[in-house]
């Protein structure tokens, strides 16, 4: 220690002390140490030829052993980490120290809750003793705040400051004392790496949720992105400032229109009509809060307006707290009373639920701050060499699309078609629709057209609905509606689904574009592989591109909603591509009264992972994952079609027909993946003729140690399950293909071999054994074919295979054997296990 602290003294002081093998010291001069240093600015890696020419070309440092030259570069280089590594330690030790700080304040606001409860406790028995006592005392505040309330006009300045003032104080009660009681939100554990401190009203008039963190940005850029709430809360149709003034103190005061978007078809928008106001306290914090002005009728007069439904704000806002050494403590509220009692009761959770109003509003802005703050300091990387301001644009769009549809807003040119006689599938058209983007104009077409529908859903998990929508598409989508809509955003010819015969492979492929920090939310692009069924045109390309946005893959989030949208674009698409977004909105709701776990523990299913104790985040699979679910959720669907003004009633027909399938597909999808459904003819479960899970591995395992003669799993595992428990979480990829279809596709993987192919247990029937290995690996499974037949297996040599998402894959030795069923000459799939794969 006393030669560091010596070495690092003088290497401070420009004369720097190297020790060699020998054990003396090499003092250099400071022209020596400025050569050195220059040439390691320029060339900083080891055994580089330019450093080399460099030490050669500095005369200044010919008198020194190249020996001692890379003694000095070693310990530059390690001066530089340890630099390098105390600026980061620095970072967390501020990270910490500020979150620390949080939390004491949480612990105060905590003890002061309690305190207030105590005091609450024992007046209620003193308004018990005393009752009249109590009604003296509330008329005496009735008549002393009267002239307060009197002072409060919306008409003059003075009076909205005295509101303003008002709405200060009850936000800031809110924010970090105990005007509401909080409770912590489920799934919501706050620790080093989450994102924040979220908590939900317990028992308010209205729904209230509280979040409270850590940003690395600075108060002012905070406090322009929350302002701007277009920009993140998807729900949020336009932002309107009318009047804006000095409020006398530093501050400004704001009258603002918001108009919001309503989740499903079955209930009208809200609006509010709200006072903001921006201040500094005297602690330098920044505060934003807002609240509703009186009266349902206050406010702008739109043309809108007959579909919106006013709802209330209560007081509202943003704490933004500057900390030392750079960033923010931000504290927000979002208290809202959305006028549950004006909807249909099978759709009020939606509206009286605080989970849903956190998930979408509070925990939404503290997210999206934090995905700017990581986006600005570089540490976000994304795909296709797109920029995070490029593709947070494209999600906001496809959200924004969707919405649009949705609602059909008058004052955007929609209105409804007559009904066919049904009232399942509603349509509406939008003739004025511009689809300009830019340089890309289609605003020649005849419009667009919307086919909604929303229906009720029972114990299906709304995150494991959307992945098998996304990872399962041909289950539900029509290969020939969707080139329909490619086409016609192409700008070329209009044809009428069936015009141009066109076939699906079967294929599709997901190419990431990005994903939210917390992967709450992805963005991708797919391509659907198709062919011309006719002679002409055979050899152009069929290819569909989508571009798509899935969220709410997470079962833990309570309250989140799911969404799969999508839009079609060109292959090479711009920055500013033209949208018509169609797609799915699983939203969950509370759980209905009465519904009985007896019934889930009396029915069985066959999927494959119902007897494996895997965690939710390593178990995709859609039956285990979900057993004990029992809720309800509302499904909305829209699906927007271009077309033309001649062709108006048959792409009506055609969508009302289309949406009645998807619906009916989405049905037969739910039945499958519900505890409660036993439908074994889709995703990870088996057809009725396989074996079960237990049965299936217990084969594996026997016809391994048959061919190979040894085991495959520990001799001393016993019983049934331990065996398929031991095969799920074995280090190898084990995979099982059935040799019943025309090319093999694989019916089973345990957990190596699911992360290997970078899929699930849904996704998994999808893949053909050919579509994973590379020439290499096909030639040589194909040339050991006959001797996996006659022997019974075959040892393949390391190659390199293909994951689904297109990522090579290295592999010491595949294992290949006949898998047998019962009895021992009967074949039921062949089995193969992949020795020390790894990413390339």
């Known amino acids: 220690m006393a030669m560091v602290a010596q070495l690092h003294r003088e290497s401070s002081s420009g004369s720097i002390n190297k020790h060699l ?43 020194i052993e190249p020996k001692q030259i890379k003694v000095w570069f070693q310990n530059r280089r390690c001066r530089e980490k340890q630099r390098k590594e105390s600026v980061r330690l620095h970072s967390v030790n501020k990270k910490f120290s500020a979150m620390n700080k949080l939390l004491m304040e949480e612990n105060d606001r905590l003890q002061k809750q309690v305190s207030q409860l105590v005091c609450e406790n024992g007046y209620m028995r003193h308004q018990l003793q005393s009752a009249s006592a109590t009604t003296t005392d509330a008329s005496c ?9 009197v002072l409060k006009d919306t008409n003059n300045p003075a009076g909205l400051l005295l509101i303003a003032e008002e709405t200060l104080a009850d936000f800031l009660s809110k924010a970090t004392g105990t005007a509401v ?22 028992s308010c008039g209205g729904v209230a949720a509280r979040a409270c963190g850590l940003v690395s940005l600075e108060p002012t850029k905070i406090a ?3 302002k701007d709430r277009s920009s993140w809360f998807r729900d949020c149709r336009s932002v309107e400032v009318f009047t804006m003034f000095p409020a ?28 903001r106001y921006t201040t500094t306290l005297e602690n330098g914090s920044l505060v934003i809060c807002e609240r509703s002005l009186s009266g349902t009728g206050a406010g702008p007069s739109t043309v809108a307006a007959p579909q919106f439904l006013r709802a209330e704000m209560l007081p509202s806002g943003y704490l933004i707290r500057p900390c030392e050494g750079g960033g923010s403590i931000i504290h927000i509220v979002d208290h809202l009373n959305l006028k549950a009692s004006s909807v249909p009761e099978v759709l009020r959770p939606l509206y009286e639920s605080p989970n849903i109003l956190a998930q979408k509003m509070t925990i939404a802005a503290l997210r999206y701050i934090r995905q700017i703050a990581q986006e600005t300091s570089g540490e976000v990387a994304y795909g296709l060499g797109r920029q995070p301001a490029v593709l947070r644009t494209f999600s906001q769009r496809l959200s924004r699309g969707f919405n649009d549809a949705i609602n059909s807003f008058n004052d955007d040119g929609w209105s409804l078609l007559n009904s066919d006689g049904a009232e399942d599938v509603v349509v509406a058209i939008n003739s004025s629709k511009n689809l300009s983007a830019g340089s890309n104009n289609l605003s020649f077409i005849g419009g667009v057209l919307c086919a909604k529908a929303s229906m009720l859903l029972q114990n299906v998990p709304p995150a494991v609905l959307v992945r098998v929508l996304r990872e399962h598409r041909s289950e539900w989508a029509d290969f020939t509606v969707d080139a329909f809509s490619a086409t016609s955003l192409k700008a070329r010819l209009y044809a009428y689904p069936g015009m141009r015969p066109t076939g699906f492979t079967g294929s599709q492929i997901i190419m990431p574009l990005g994903n939210t920090i917390e992967h709450e939310e992805m963005l991708e692009v797919i391509r659907l592989e198709g062919h011309s069924l006719g002679e002409e045109d055979a050899f152009i390309s ?15 989030a309570v309250g989140a909603c799911s969404e799969l949208v999508f839009a079609p674009i060109d292959e090479i698409f711009p920055d500013d591509v033209p949208l018509v977004p169609s797609g799915f909105r699983i939203i969950p709701l509370d759980s209905k009264p009465g519904d009985s776990q007896d019934t889930l523990t009396a029915q069985r299913t066959l999927d494959l992972t119902s007897n494996l104790e895997v965690d939710p ?37 055609m969508a009302r027909q289309y949406v009645r399938s998807v619906i009916s597909s989405v049905q037969r999808v739910s039945m499958a993946i519900s505890p409660l459904g036993l439908s074994p003819t889709f995703g990870p479960k088996l057809s009725p003729g396989s074996p079960e899970a237990i049965t299936l591995a217990h084969w594996i395992c026997q016809s391994y140690s048959f061919h190979v003669g040894t085991e495959l799993v520990m001799a001393d595992t016993i019983g049934a399950e331990s065996i398929l428990k031991t095969l799920w979480r074995h280090q190898d990829a084990i995979l099982c293909c059935s040799l019943k279809q025309v090319l093999p596709v694989f019916i089973f993987a345990n957990q190596a071999g699911l992360d290997m192919l970078e899929t699930t247990l849904v996704a998994l029937q999808d893949i053909t054994l050919d579509k994973i290995f590379d020439d290499a690996g096909r030639k040589a499974l194909f040339s050991e074919f006959t001797k996996i037949m006659e022997r019974g297996f075959a040892y393949l040599p390391g190659g390199i295979c293909m994951s689904t998402m297109r990522r090579h894959i290295s592999y010491e030795q595949a294992i290949v054997w006949k898998v047998f069923a019962a009895e021992e000459n009967t074949l039921h799939c062949l089995a193969f296990s992949f020795v020390n794969w790894s990413f390339v």
């Open 542 to 556: 069929r290819d569909i591109h989508l571009l798509q946005m899935c969220s709410g893959v997470d079962e833990n």
């Open 224 to 226: 322009e992105i929350l």
């Open 141 to 149: 505040e009735s008549a002393a705040t009267t002239p307060r309330h």
């Open 248 to 275: 006398g103190n530093g501050g400004t005061i704001e009258l603002v229109y918001t108009q919001t978007y309503a989740p499903t078809t079955l209930a009208p928008a809200r609006d509010f009509w709200t006072l």
């Open 617 to 653: 985040e390593t178990n995709h699979g859609a039956g285990n994952a979900t057993s004990s679910y029992s809720a309800r959720s509302v499904l909305t669907i829209a699906f927007q079609f271009p077309f033309e003004s001649n062709l108006q009633d048959n792409v009506a027909t």
């Open 21 to 63: 093998d020998s054990g003396k010291y090499v003092r250099y001069t400071a022209e020596q140490v400025e050569a050195l240093e220059r040439v390691y600015s320029e060339c900083p890696k080891p055994s580089s030829l330019r450093r080399q020419q460099l030490i050669r070309g500095c005369p200044i440092l010919s008198n």
């Open 181 to 202: 009681d909080w409770v912590q939100m489920p799934g919501m554990k706050p620790g080093p790496d989450s994102v924040g401190i979220f908590a939900i009203s317990k």
